[in-house]
């Protein structure tokens, strides 16, 4: 029976020590197209030489003529101006930039627009967005509390600027991964490095050490799913099922964020500011320490019996690093006691209720002296939120079995993807950090990494072209779609090293090709031999961001406040909308109106209308938004406040025009401020018909009337002209982009 | 020369799938043809909520999951523990091992419940005096004492007996039902969502779409005024005045999209307005319950203050799952008000007095209806409650054992179903983990968890994740 019970525990110990080989890798597995740094292609020698603006047209041609099609016509000018201009600032042109370009014959036309296009502020704005979806960006924690991060917003803003000022790719991607060890000086580079402080935090989770590897698990699987567009999170629990990717590879990928650790109070300021600062903070905590000591005196015995209690509540792991010295506590240890400091502390009114009443008079006394103390604490200086590294001393990290946090195994050394680095020792940085995320951004844009320039030049095309080259944007493994063009690809992915990683001259080929300038409604042929567009034989059209709605929204009706960055904002929200913590509507009616990038992104409360048109889940990063049609969206837009306000005040534009008095005149406005073209005759007519007969249709009572009602004008015919505005707001041609 | 099709097929399914129903006129079923992997619902993007046809024939064709919000307590409600009334006072035998629980009560001594228990029935299923309502149509319900689930918090816990996980990203229950099934009345939601008070912990992502198409969400109905928000137009607006305005709209769309014929998402949207003007005319009038009669109101127990409002919340209920609503989920005791950390008894009984004849009341009701054989009901929290005392008279959350019950929809009635130990911390016997609940429920509707798959990221993606069997021992 013993004998048994021994063989058994030998078995078992032996399945422990022995976690499964790992796995080599095939030729065949390595040489997948992905694996394999991109060559640059020759571009090809096309006929219809004319059509080829640059070699993305003779690529695309190429594969276009392959198949016997022709590629569509040129979209007409009034369309592609409000094209280019909602692609890349998500705004509708104004009614003189529409004009600006009607009226350019030359050329270049299309190169001025680009040009301002690209160095209007607006730009940063429109493609953050993109980037802020990867990067699950959020203004709170998610979970039960949702706790606010107040200084979220600084990222946002940092993503806006390096967009604007053309960062290379290359800084972009080191600075979010590493920034705090590549210029530890430079607050911007601090900011940056936010990009992973976006993990959800179940700020309730009292599992000692859980939440730290969800944060390390939450930070692996974006890093891998954003730069590299490999589903490595599909590793954590085995080998990947289709990708040459191992489970222990997942937990070197893993080990390289070992010593990471979120900070949420990095100081703004010059040295200087941080020198006064700090005397004045020295000299107050001094204050403070002796009415502390004052009143610890009176406390120390009641505080001495009540901890005694809650300390025997504790897991073992907390209650050890609570009872180790806290010169020999490691890194892991503070962490832990800082989490559970709660469980450590004696409720005040606990131990107060504990005293005897000498004691208690004595203790409210010196307790009022503090308060007045803590009253007078000198304001902090503003702070950034980010990333950091815990140095020499950080914890191990260790392969769980199964992805299971109860079954660790092995420890595992930070390490790059066997199948494109092949395997390697490890060695930490002698410097004051460990160096991993520096050698990690500085691996990912080596100009040999096969995958990071491929990846980022992909995402652009798919915001330009609606659909990636690669269709799975941030799948490019074997289960990914294989590239419809792989010598475009390639072609733009050593162009843009070739070009300094700039992103902004991506953009510039892109939107300058033939190709975009495509119409997006094509000949029956088209259609029936590309009906997917696979080809890009034509433009697609686009369905306005939820984000974008409300910007043209507020375009059309003049209301649209467009400064630049700062923090978040607070539109109302719709009435019956039960209040929640975390939306105080923002007091003036400007900041309401800012731009949609500017309104707070609360996890478990999300905007309204955001979410109906298909806002994200900001929990996980998201590479490509779905495009939804539904009856609440239309509710939304028939009936919100938000958009009769819109209506209103867009009518009290209309009636700025100089003969108000013909029907003609205002609709051929109204047209061009919410659509940017003149109506049609057949349009012009049903129009001024709507406008002669809705005045009938309305009710007595309060009818809603331009914002401002020109003196004189009649209201009746003001709140049918409000309705007309209200109508074109709410049509498929106002939320769709040719 | 036609392009050839093959090399796309991948990235055209998923381009699609991504696009949700944005992109359309080819039904993905005929795509997917010849691929074993995966039997992704075949969508109309003209009208995604169109009814579809399950995998096979269901018991169910609609669904109502009654949420208690906090985790009542299994040991007072339905699986009593003469062992745990014994031991009272004494800490778990040492066999139990290290037991965790997130307020540390694992060391803690064992408390008695307090309730009276009876067999109730024909069926002789265990009920206490807590639900004596309940008591009275015990030979209805299927009982499973042996449920158990993964996270200890509420909003892992409430987020994975949703959506299958205890991490938010994922789709919930009534989204998935809705992907695969559409929903049988057009002028209203296909999945409806009402709480009794604060909102569920965690928030929409627990009846949200994550990356299935936002269309497939539920939609919360208030519990007073118009149901859905933006349902009605501004006050001065007359329904004449709505609909000459709609009537333009639709005029122009179909001008605009008459040259654009090939892109379905523009018909879409015309028909998506048309919805929402039917949706302001019928929603009010499904959830009001002014042609009740008195009789049936008092089924509910609305004439009880201490269950009123959520009699009503029933109420309304069976008019929309009549009404041909695929899937209701109600929240009783929302904000995580079952949550007796302290106080039990006097937690307990209000909640237990808001949710007995209410719930009791529906199923009688549906039941005599003739809706109940093609009704699933649910019955359940995030978790149970544990055996240990917390402070003097509460519980701590119990994920490891607890029970939930079943009405309707080819569940087998007056069966009890699986066992925890003698002390009613872990099921022991017949386990059913949530996504075993989960693979049921689809099961029930017609459906194979297995099958009803959403390609994401090279993953045909599902809601009971890498797991899940059905329970085949509670079908009728």
Known sequence: MRLACLALLVCALGLIAADAPEPTWTAEQKQHWAFVAPKRPTVPQVGQGSWVRNPIDAFILQSLESFKLAPTPPVEKVALIRRLTFDLTGLPPTLHEVDAFLSDSSPAAIEHVVDRLLASPSYGERWARQWLDLARFAESDGFKADVTRPNAWRYRDWVVKALNQDLPYDKFVGLQLAGDEIAPEDPDAFIATAFNRHFPFEDNNKIPGQNRQLMLEDVTDTTASVFLGLTLACARCHDHKYDPLSQKDYYRFEALFGSFAPLDNFPLASSAQKAIQATIEVEHQATMRRAQAAIATVEQPYVASLLKDKLAKLPKEVLDAFETKPEERSAFQEDLLKKHAKSMTVDAKAMRSAMVPADKLVWDARSSVMKGLEAQAPSPLPVATGMVDMGPNAPVVRLMRKGNFYNPGEEVEPGFLSVIAGRSEWTDSTGPTSGRRTALANWLTDSKNPLTARVIVNRLWQGHFGRGIVATPSDFGTQGSPPSHPELLDWLATELIRQGWSLKAMHRLMVTSSTYQQASTASAKTIEDDPENALFSRMPRHRLEGEAVRDALLASSGELNTAVGGPSVFPDLPPGMETRGGWVRSAKASDRNRRSLYVFVRRNLKYPLFDAFDAPDSNVTCPERNISVNAPQALMLLNSDLVLDQAKAMAGRVLTVTDRNDPKALVTQAYRLALGRQPSEIERTRAVTFLEEQPALLSGKAPSLPSPLPDGYDPTQGAALVDFCHVLLNLNEFVFVD | ?476
């Open chain 2, 1 to 476: 020369m036609p392009i050839p099709h093959t090399e796309w097929v991948t990235s055209r399914r998923d381009f699609l799938q991504k696009a949700g129903l944005g992109f359309g006129g080819i039904a993905l079923s005929s795509m997917m043809s010849g691929d074993s992997r995966a039997a992704a619902p075949d969508i109309d993007p003209l009208s995604p909520l169109s009814p579809r046809p399950p995998h096979f024939a269901p018991k169910a064709k609609r669904c109502i999951f009654l949420f208690m919000e906090g985790g009542p307590s299994h040991i007072d409600l339905f699986d009593p523990k003469p062992e745990l009334t014994k031991h009272a006072g004494k800490p778990l035998p040492a066999s139990f091992g290290k037991v965790f629980t997130p307020m540390g009560v694992g060391g803690n001594n064992l408390f008695a419940s307090k309730r009276k228990f009876a067999q109730q029935g024909e069926s002789g299923t265990w009920v206490s005096d807590w639900y004596p309502h309940i008591a009275k149509i015990a030979d209805d319900i299927t009982l499973v004492r042996s449920c158990h689930a993964d996270g200890v918090n509420h909003v892992g816990s409430v987020c994975q007996m949703n959506t299958g996980s205890i991490l938010a990203g994922r789709p919930s229950l009534g989204a998935w039902v809705t992907y695969g099934l559409g929903t049988e009345n057009q002028d209203l939601p296909a999945f409806v969502v009402m709480n009794d008070a604060a909102e569920p912990i965690g928030g929409p992502r627990n009846w949200g779409n994550a990356w299935l198409p936002a269309t497939f969400q539920g939609t919360p109905f208030r519990n007073s005024g118009p149901p859905i928000l933006h349902l009605a137009p501004p006050g001065s607006v007359t329904d004449r005045q709505q609909r000459a305005k709609l009537d333009l709209i639709a005029d122009f769309d179909r001008m605009h999209a008459d040259s654009r014929s090939d892109d379905t998402r523009l018909a879409a949207r015309i028909a998506a307005y048309e919805l929402a003007y039917r949706m302001q005319s019928h929603a009010p009038e499904a959830v009001d319950l002014s042609h009740e009669t008195p009789e049936t109101k008092t089924l509910y127990g609305m004439d009880d203050d201490r269950c009123k409002d959520f009699g009503a919340m029933c109420l309304r209920s069976r008019r929309l799952l009549e009404r041909g609503v695929r899937f209701v989920q109600l929240y009783c005791g929302s904000g995580s008000q079952w949550d007796a950390h302290r106080d039990l008894e006097g937690n307990h009984t209000k909640l237990c007095a808001r949710s007995d004849q209410p719930v009791a009341g529906l199923i009688t009701d549906l039941k005599r209806r003739g809706l109940l054989e093609d009704t699933l009901v649910i019955w359940g929290g995030e978790f149970g409650r544990t055996p240990m005392t917390e402070g003097t008279d509460g519980r701590d959350h119990n994920p490891y054992g607890f029970s939930m019950f079943f009405a309707g929809g080819g569940t087998k009635p007056g069966l009890t179903y699986g066992a925890t130990d003698e002390f009613g911390l872990n099921a022991v016997e017949d386990k059913v983990h949530v996504h075993d609940i989960h693979a049921t429920i689809l099961h029930l509707m017609g459906m194979d968890h297995l099958r009803l798959t959403y390609l994401r990221d090279g993953r045909d993606e599902r809601l009971t994740v890498n797991s899940g069997k059905v329970v085949k021992s509670i079908l009728a």
